[in-house]
């Protein structure tokens, strides 16, 4: 893990918008524990990972779970790129606001226009995951650490 965790980006925000839609569509319904088992992710980076907190999702993470939950990567990322409107909006998502120094769990990052775009256009792909998913029953009673 990095010393200074990476900070979240819009293109990092869509990125984990395509798994968690993957994660609801999954017959199998997995907490974030059978998650843990499954793909050798830690069940609290999961968690940081959906609810966007910690550092952004590395290309490992990011495969991994596209593959867990039945998700081509490569198609993912197409959809990604298309989502935030091409591929020149797609590269300007992938820098950060500015020279901040990275948020610290439970901060809210300012979004860049891509996102708040794609977030006006379409504010149902954007559901709380809170009121939508369907392991929340499941989650909630789940022992923490």
């Not at 495969?63 to 990322?77: E, H, K, Q, S």
Request: aromatic content about 4%; proline content about 6%; glycine content about 8%.
């Amino acid at each position: 893990m990095a010393k200074t965790p990476r900070a979240w980006v819009a293109l990092d925000y869509a990125a984990m918008e395509i798994i968690k839609e993957a994660r609801s569509r999954d017959s199998r319904k997995l907490s974030l524990r059978a998650i843990e088992a499954e793909a050798g992710i830690s069940h609290s980076r999961v968690g940081d990972l959906f609810n966007g907190k910690g550092g952004s999702p590395s290309l490992n993470e990011f495969i991994t779970l596209c593959l867990l939950f039945g998700r081509d990567p490569a198609d993912a990322m197409r959809t990604i790129i298309a989502n935030l409107g091409g591929r020149q909006a797609a590269l300007a998502a992938c820098r950060p606001e500015s020279d901040s120094p990275a948020p610290t769990s439970g901060t809210v990052v300012d979004a860049d226009d891509a996102f708040i775009d794609a977030l006006a256009a379409d504010p149902e792909r954007f559901g709380v995951a809170a009121h939508t998913d369907p392991n929340k029953e499941i989650e909630s009673e789940t022992p923490g650490e």
